[in-house]
């Protein structure tokens, strides 16, 4: 018997403010435009609630939901602070007029000397098996808005490179944190949201299938979050501003000290992929029997 019972008190306690709003409508309605969206509220409580099966990758279907949450923006407000945050922050304006694309290729990087930036994306493309152009990929650079997605999208995997984050668990958490530090402290609220419209969701269920179903990924979770937290706030200004392509020949060390990217631990959370990824061959070993 569950003895883990909601009584009559808890109810009247934390729902004792509810107000009944009737409608004409002959469907579900809502002020929220996102709960209005029914395909959007399926694929939400879909992945904050199922597990990493073999099946289905930790992965699936965040272009469905990434497309949702742009299709419903107020995209003219978000074109206004655009402006408005071009108006008062000239590293931002630069970096719009620029539009200097970091779709880097091998070659360009092959004279890049050990320890630069340059060698350690040339490294990534040459034997990580993954590319660095992972979504708006098919987005033609024509305006502000389209650099921002363009841009945005390329640089992810530098910014694990040069935060120390690496592309596992336990770093994407650190490196979504940071950014959501970095974007809070410098951008108007309204746009600092945007920016990090997606990274909400893949923060939120991520914790969410963590806190149900993988308790060692949310330990993980919990150090990458603190982790994340603290150095994103010392960075100088969000990373998504940085012209990569002025420092591939510099030392990945130099770029942390200009820029602020501290602290510094490489090699954070090397195995944890396993702990929540189902279709792992080491999933569910036990954490301390990891690296035998």
Sequence with gaps: MNEARIGEADRAYFNGAIKMVTTDSSVLVSSSRYLNH??????????MLRRNGADMPNTAYIPEVAQIFHELEDMP???ELFEMEKARLPLFRQWLDDRNLSNFTITELDHCAPGTLGAAIRDFMVHSGYQLDL??????VVNDFTFYLRQTALTHDIEHMVTGFGPNHGGEIALLTANMHAKARYFHPELFAFFTRIAFYLKAKTIMKDGLHYPQAMVVNL???????EQGRNWKYPLMLVDWRAHVDRQISEIRAELGITPVEEGLWLDTNRLCNEDDPDYGRPALQAAE
Excluded: D, H, K, T
């Excluded at 979504?135 to 033609?140: G, L």
């Excluded at 990458?224 to 937290?229: H, I, K, M, T, W």
């Design 135 to 140: 979504f708006f990929q098919e987005v033609q």
């Design 38 to 47: 029914a395909p959007l509220r399926a694929l939400i409580a879909q992945e």
């Design 223 to 229: 150090e990458a979050e603190y982790r994340g937290a």
């Design 77 to 79: 407000r978000i074109i």
